[in-house]
């Protein structure tokens, strides 16, 4: 009777044992899976916060610098985000950082310019009309010089089209459009940063940086070859020139030179900025939101850009002089060569193959075996029409109709 007392009891401690522990983890499992819910909660609204920061950069509702500034969203104290904004080659980076307690959420994007005007061409007036030939197209309104268009007749070809322009035309200004100081700015905003940095004494083989980090420099007094994997908040500065090779990798990085070339069938993502040239070769494909610009300083033999045959560019095109230089600029644009964008050239075009978006230029040059023309085009394509409604481009002129927006997301 005793043994069988004694066994009961045990048992019956062993079923209380099992349902203290079966239902202290149902207590457990509750509040864990209660925290798992309250921090997704929290999480998404950060996320949302983030992303609404983004939207107040995009306003440009206030005046907001690199230096994190706070700002309170829907009023609320918990609802607080840190914007700051810098530049990055011809567009911006926009930072928004969300917190609450310990938890972060961070929102990186680049931002760029919508310009919705409808222009195609908008060449200066310098006293001589513009010269079509052969099946050349120019579709959108133009800006044209008082003398107007006529056809002409060059290397047995004479204008094949019905009309000379598709689009509305006015009378051109003996300059071009102003160019927006902050975009001036903002392409030699990294020279003058790097003035602080330190020459890379061996330059690294490959570099990957977020854009949620400080911005990483790589500068050379030498010559650079480019072969390797460079990825994100990276700048490359040469005193001297780059190559680009084929089999290089390059995404959002700046690259700032003498002179810069990037060899045949190259495809990345990446902006090029050259004191003297920049030339590319054939079957390359710089892909949006790419940027080639030439800022000349100097008169050297080349001051120009150059694209060959068979070659595709979808971004921003640009060409500037300082005051001081006496030469015309040149951008060349070969057979079955693309641009996807905004071209915007102080000086002359070479334009033999396709502008999908605007040109601002102040001249055509035209070289044929047989003499070389001005103002005259013979093939070539600008059609505004053709520029994705997606596209968007940086604050080139002060006078444009635009709003700014998102161009890619970053982090």
């Known amino acids: 009777m005793t043994k069988l ?3 009961a009891l045990f048992y019956a401690m062993l079923i209380a044992t099992l349902i203290g522990i079966i239902s202290g983890s149902l ?11 309250l921090n997704f909660d929290i999480n998404q609204k950060l996320l949302l916060n983030a992303a609404s920061g983004i939207e107040i950069l995009k306003g440009r509702s206030m005046d907001i610098g690199e230096e994190p500034t706070k700002v309170q969203l829907f009023d609320q104290e918990e609802d607080e985000v840190e914007l700051s904004i810098k530049p990055w080659g011809a567009f911006e980076i926009a930072t928004s950082i969300a917190t609450a307690n310990r938890a972060k959420e961070i929102k990186v994007a680049q931002m760029g310019w919508v310009i919705k005007d409808n222009i195609a061409l908008y060449l200066t007036d310098n006293n001589r009309p ?10 959108g309104d133009c800006y044209l010089p008082k003398a107007g268009t006529k056809r002409a007749y060059i290397e047995g070809k004479s204008f094949v089209g019905q009309h000379l322009i598709n689009g509305n035309t006015k009378k051109s200004n003996t300059k071009l459009p102003e160019i927006s100081p902050e975009f001036l700015s903002q392409i030699q905003y990294y020279l003058t940063k790097s003035n602080n940095q330190k020459v890379s004494e061996e330059f690294p083989d490959s570099a990957l940086n977020s854009f949620s980090q400080p911005t990483q420099y790589l500068i050379s007094v030498d010559d650079i070859i480019i072969d390797q994997y460079y990825k994100g908040n990276v700048v490359i500065i040469s005193e001297q020139d780059i190559v680009i090779r084929q089999d290089a990798v390059l995404e959002d990085v700046l690259i700032y030179a003498n002179n810069i070339i990037v060899e045949r069938h190259f495809k990345g993502n990446v902006q090029l900025i050259a004191k003297d040239r920049i030339k590319i070769e054939s079957d390359v494909a710089l892909q949006y939101p790419s940027v080639l610009a030439l800022m000349a300083e100097r008169i050297t033999t080349k001051n120009t850009i150059e694209i060959d045959q068979n070659t595709n560019i979808s971004g921003i095109v640009f060409l500037n002089k300082s005051e001081s230089l006496n030469k015309e600029l040149r951008l060349r644009l070969e057979k079955n060569a693309m641009i996807e964008g905004i071209v915007y050239v102080k000086g002359e075009v070479e334009l033999k193959g396709k502008i999908h978006g605007t040109l601002y230029c102040d001249n055509f040059h035209l070289k044929t075996p047989s003499s070389i023309y001005q103002n005259h085009i013979l093939d070539g394509v600008i059609d505004y029409s053709l520029l994705s409604d997606n596209f968007v481009g940086s604050v080139l ?8 927006s998102l161009v890619k997301w970053l982090f």
């Open 5 to 7: 007392k004694a066994s």
């Open 397 to 404: 002129n002060t006078g444009s109709n635009k709003h700014k």
């Open 130 to 139: 513009l010269a079509l030939c052969g099946n050349t197209i120019i579709k």
């Open 27 to 37: 207590i457990l499992f509750a509040y864990l899976n209660n925290l798992l819910f």
